[in-house]
Antibody
């Protein structure tokens, strides 16, 4: 059973930074692209970023471009999201999600973590 | 930018068929996926590539797509199917619909 466990969430003031991590297990992490998807309280899903299985290609939603950086460590089966210049509108549950293809990019998400709550407030 | 639209809510009587639509420009030319999310839980993939069902998803869940509309159909709806459902596609970026709350009356 695929497992994705997020950590690093918490409360931060506007303008601050936070780094989320996602520990993957029970599958070959290095074979899959990985995504971050967020959900503001009471709202729908919003895709945030994707990183290719090798880590050489990264894409971002316009709402986070220039402020967030996605990265991965295939030796440690870990995905990261560095979030800088945080705004109140970044408040959300952040999910890491596995892409549906091996060695490619499908842009659908076949496994999701339980999420990490990020609250940006003064 | 592109967007996909879902009805905010759909109601169904237990045992009947529920259909949830997702509309977007030329959506039938792109792949659509569907996710189920129950309160306090993470989303769960129920349909991918328009009509493919992941292992473990009941056969009563099916998908179709044509023209500008993708449709999730739940045949023989059960109380445990009550949830929010999100469609999702890709058009230069990942797009999610706003979600549809399915109520099983």
């Amino acid at each position: 059973q695929v497992q994705l466990v997020e950590s690093g969430g918490g409360a931060v003031q506007p303008g601050g930074s936070l780094r989320l991590s996602c520990a993957a297990s029970d599958f070959t992490f290095s074979s899959y692209a990985m995504h971050w998807v967020r959900q503001a309280p009471g709202e729908g899903l919003e895709w945030v970023a994707v990183i290719s299985f090798l880590g050489d290609k990264k894409e971002y939603a316009d709402s986070v471009k220039g402020r967030f950086i996605i990265s991965r460590d295939n030796s440690r089966n870990t995905l990261h999201l560095q979030m800088d210049s945080l705004r109140a509108e970044d408040t959300a549950i952040y999910y890491c999600a596995r892409d549906g293809y091996t060695y490619g990019l499908s842009y659908y998400f076949d496994w999701w973590g339980q999420g990490a709550l990020v609250t940006v407030s003064s | 930018s592109s967007e996909v639209t879902q009805p905010p809510s759909v109601s169904v009587v237990p045992g009947q068929t529920a259909s949830i639509t997702c509309s977007g420009d030329k959506l039938g030319e792109k792949f659509a996926s569907w996710y189920q999310q129950k309160p306090g839980q993470s989303p769960l993939l129920v349909i991918y590539k328009d009509d493919k069902r992941p292992s473990g998803i009941p056969e009563r869940f099916s998908g179709s797509s044509s023209g500008n509309t993708a449709t999730l159909t739940i045949s023989g709806s059960q109380a445990l199917d009550e949830a929010d459902y999100y469609c999702q596609t890709w058009d230069r970026s990942v797009l999610f619909g706003g979600g549809t709350k399915l109520t099983v009356l």
